[in-house]
């Protein structure tokens, strides 16, 4: 019996059996044999696309900055952070509270790019219908208000003693945190028309909510 020419692809096994050969061909007999292993790392993935996609959908419940000069040290950049979640609410109905803290390093005279993209992501932050509140030092605070960017306090009914700030030193949201320099919580400045959307009312409701348990109720209603 004349014996067929192996193609250029083609191989003969230990056994006489004619294989295809290259990558390609590998791959279909590695899925052949072992089918259920690659159905299996199939689905593991797509899981796990899924599930990266689906983290990256969620949309933040606060997004806040910190705008600064003196950043907070970790342990007290937690211990804040955990205080305020204590009063977030689930702004969107999606079933999960997340919190978007951002610290922005603030120096008096930017010379690096880097110091530089700190006053530019500050100015994006003021045209960010998401963003309502900051927290800052002093310094921080004197940038915010050399732009006219922010609401005062009595607006919200918020009571304080400086009027466009809210010293947190003194707060429940200071609880574990070591920190002696002067802290505050500040309101971006909201034109009403945009104060009546409901997912942006919503947010800062939720914070000028906190704001009245952290300092009492307010003097005087929104409305009046």
């Not at 899924?50 to 937690?78: I, R, T, W």
């Amino acid at each position: 019996m004349k014996k067929r020419k192996l193609a250029k692809n083609e191989i003969l096994d230990e056994n006489g059996h004619i294989k295809k050969k290259g990558f390609f061909a590998w791959v279909l007999n590695y899925g052949y044999y072992y089918r259920s292993y690659v159905i299996v790392g199939v689905v593991a993935i797509g899981f796990f696309i899924a599930l990266y996609f689906s983290m990256q959908s969620v949309k933040p419940d606060l997004k806040f900055y910190f705008c600064v000069e003196q950043e907070l040290g970790e342990a007290q950049y937690q211990a804040f952070c955990d205080n305020l979640y204590e009063y977030l609410i689930d702004v969107d109905g999606d079933d999960v509270v997340y919190m978007e803290p951002i610290t922005l390093h603030l120096v008096p005279e930017p010379s690096t790019t880097s110091e530089r993209s700190a006053y530019r992501t500050m100015e994006n932050a003021l045209e960010d219908n998401d963003v309502i509140c900051f927290v800052t030092d002093e310094f921080g605070y004197l940038q915010l208000m050399e732009r006219d960017a922010l609401r005062d306090m009595a607006f919200f009914g918020i009571n304080s003693d400086d009027e466009y700030r809210l010293l947190l030193n003194d707060t429940a949201l200071w609880d574990g945190v070591e920190e002696t320099e002067n802290y505050y919580l500040v309101m971006k400045y909201v034109p009403d028309e945009l104060y009546q959307d409901f997912y942006f009312s919503t947010i800062t409701t939720m914070i000028v909510d906190m704001c009245y348990d952290l300092v009492g109720e307010p003097t005087q209603s929104l409305e009046s």
